[in-house]
């Protein structure tokens, strides 16, 4: 589950934003633990390509699923970094984009309905409510329309897992909490000193959630998940297991 966060650090005199790039992941025993962050200009395909192998560096394999934004610079370097893993663009950033895109009139009721397919029990049945939706909403608001088919695959590739495994495999909401940990914090400084300092302090927040989940309850019970996975014909079992984890 992959995320940036920007903070502004002083350098050279000059205040510059910087990105934080984060990323945790679900391991083969169902624990959650933090993979690493570092920090670039921005959340360039090259800046998230430096971060994957940096991590890949550190002994990160075995990627099945990436959950993220839809983030282009993002999105470039999973494909490249990962071939072969399922990419999940997160549901709650989707939502949102949905909302941005609605007139005021219909934003309650056409969002109930793209949440519908969300969150439906398989893929059959999520694509008969996509195309229910089509047919109501065509005329009255074809820009959403257009944006909800042509994104339907990503935001719905979650349904290709167990049941079991898809509520806390569809969005980034983890991670939003972490960064507002980091925001939290980062009220108190507004502007670093220098990135070693940044890196200090997100560190230290994101150490002491390491721990937590590492000594707390597990997360996931991924025994079904195996067992499934080993059931998958050969060409799909490259591409269709759970998160981001270090073997």
């Known amino acids: 589950i992959v995320d940036a966060v920007y903070t502004k650090v002083r350098e050279n005199g000059r205040v510059r934003s910087r990105g934080v790039l984060i990323s945790y992941g679900i391991n083969e025993q169902g624990y959650r633990t933090i993979l690493g962050l570092k920090i670039d200009d921005s959340e360039s395909t090259e800046a998230w390509n430096n971060y994957f192998s ?3 560096a550190r002994g990160l394999k075995g990627v099945d699923v990436v959950v993220s934004d839809d983030h282009g610079g993002l999105v470039s370097a999973v494909q490249r970094a990962f071939q072969g893993a399922t990419w999940q663009r997160c549901q709650e950033h989707f939502l949102r984009n949905v909302r941005d895109r609605l007139p005021k009139s219909l934003k309650h009721e056409v969002a109930n309905q793209v949440r519908a397919i969300l969150h439906a029990p398989d893929v059959n049945t999520a694509q008969t409510l996509l195309h229910s939706f089509l047919k109501a909403y065509q005329e009255k608001a074809p820009r959403i329309t257009e944006f909800v088919e042509t994104s339907f695959d990503d935001v719905t590739a979650v349904l290709s897992l167990p049941e079991p495994y898809r509520r806390r495999l569809r969005t980034t909401n983890v991670m939003e909490r972490l960064n507002e940990e980091f925001r939290r914090r980062e009220k108190v400084i507004r502007i670093f000193p220098n990135q070693d300092s940044v890196v200090r302090l997100m560190g230290a927040v994101l ?34 297991v759970t998160a981001l984890y270090p073997k």
């Open 54 to 56: 940096w991590l890949k």
């Open 207 to 240: 150490m002491e959630k390491d721990e937590k989940w590492l000594s707390g309850r597990r997360y996931l019970k991924m025994d079904d998940y195996f067992d499934w996975k080993a059931k998958q014909p050969r060409s799909a079992k490259s591409g269709k």
